[in-house]
């Protein structure tokens, strides 16, 4: 049975007032990896996320009804909370759900006493920058040969930070 394709585009406040934030949970693997897998040329593994499973982390998923439309990870630090993974599913991309999550993720982090918050994205994902620098964060360094790429090479990270 073929699915139709997502809407491209913002999506109605109904909809979008009918999304959810949950903590992540060993039970959502399956759906996470399902996106990870698809999103990413080097996703992460089904053992990172579990080992950040814990109190050191916050880890969120962001769901209308039962569907996983994306989900974000961060490590608490001393005033300060660092993005480490945040993912769309690639077919609801474009609709303002990472922009959602940002907007999550600040809110927790001020919560939690959080000054600032920092990430690192591969330099040619031209389209997350852009994400971030509209969202108010700014590049700060850059860290070489951070990500693998492919055959065997690597890639620069952008490092990017947000004062909250």
Request: aromatic content about 10%.
């Amino acid at each position: 049975m073929k699915t139709e394709p997502k809407p491209r585009g913002p999506v109605s406040e109904a909809v979008r007032n009918a999304v959810t934030l949950s903590p992540m949970l060993p039970d959502h693997l399956d759906a996470i990896m399902a996106i990870e897998q698809t999103a990413y040329s080097h996703p992460w593994s089904r053992g990172n996320f579990r080992d950040s499973l814990n109190p050191l982390f916050d880890a969120r998923c962001l769901w209308l009804d039962s569907e996983l439309l994306g989900y974000f990870l961060a490590m608490r630090g001393f005033e300060e909370m660092h993005l480490l993974n945040i993912t769309v599913a690639p077919d609801r991309q474009g609709q303002g759900w990472g922009h959602m999550m940002l907007d999550a993720l600040s809110l927790l982090s001020r919560h939690e006493g959080a000054q600032w918050l920092w990430l690192e994205v591969r330099q040619s994902n031209q389209r997350a920058l852009r994400v971030y620098e509209r969202y108010g964060f700014r590049q700060v360094s850059l860290r070489k040969d951070y990500y693998p790429a492919d055959r065997q090479q690597r890639e620069h990270a952008v490092v990017m930070s947000l004062k909250l």
